[in-house]
């Protein structure tokens, strides 16, 4: 008896690869349905049925806050004028006056504005009691010689007294307390306060 010949082998070959196929894809559990049908809740993942929900984790760096506090710098009239800057929370005079000493931004020095003061070269440390603030310095903070030196002191006298309860300043360097000019041509060791420097002060 003989096999089918050559032709009917390669007209069969394809209908049994489709029959192997129908029985992998039945095997596998992939419905042959042409419409959509619900799968029972077993044969659904449970990664599926229970997501995990993300944690968030809260920072524990605080928030960048600033508030605008205010300075004197000197006017090229010769009096001081006040501008702001960006001093952290909470303010205190020490970082104020420490902004002070960095001097003007290069759109104020545009406008004519400069500080008769050293710059961040030194370092301040100011402590308020009974309305006085006493700014220590760590070096002499002046930075000219003459009348200018008064227009100096009154850069950090209305920067100080520009603050609420703060009437007048003592000034120390390294702790210890020096003479200052006043507007009158005095040298004066105690507090001195904005009527000190009426001259100074800024125009309206």
Do not use: K, W
């Amino acid at each position: 008896m003989t096999g089918p010949g050559p032709a009917a082998r390669r007209r069969r070959g394809p209908a049994v690869l489709a029959c192997a196929l129908a029985a992998l894809a039945a095997a596998c559990g992939i419905p042959d349905n042409a419409t959509p049908t619900a799968i029972a809740r077993s044969d659904v993942p449970a990664h599926l049925l229970n997501p995990v929900t993300p944690v968030t984790v809260p920072s524990t760096l605080p928030p960048t806050v600033a508030v605008p506090e205010t300075i004197f710098l000197v006017a090229p009239n010769q009096t001081v004028t006040a501008v702001s800057r960006d001093v952290g929370v909470p303010a205190n005079l020490t970082d104020i006056l420490s902004a002070l000493l960095e001097g003007p931004t290069d759109a104020e020095s545009r406008f004519g504005l400069q500080s008769f003061l050293t710059g961040s070269r030194t370092r301040v440390t100011a402590t308020v009691a009974n309305g006085i603030a006493t700014v220590d310095f760590t070096s002499n903070p002046v930075q000219v010689v003459g009348p200018d030196q008064t227009l100096a002191i009154a850069q950090v006298v209305y920067t100080a007294t520009q603050q609420a309860g703060v009437t007048g300043v003592i000034f120390q360097i390294a702790g210890q307390t020096i003479g200052v000019p006043t507007a009158g041509g005095a040298q004066v060791s105690g507090p001195v306060g904005r009527s000190s420097y009426l001259p100074q002060a800024p125009q309206p």
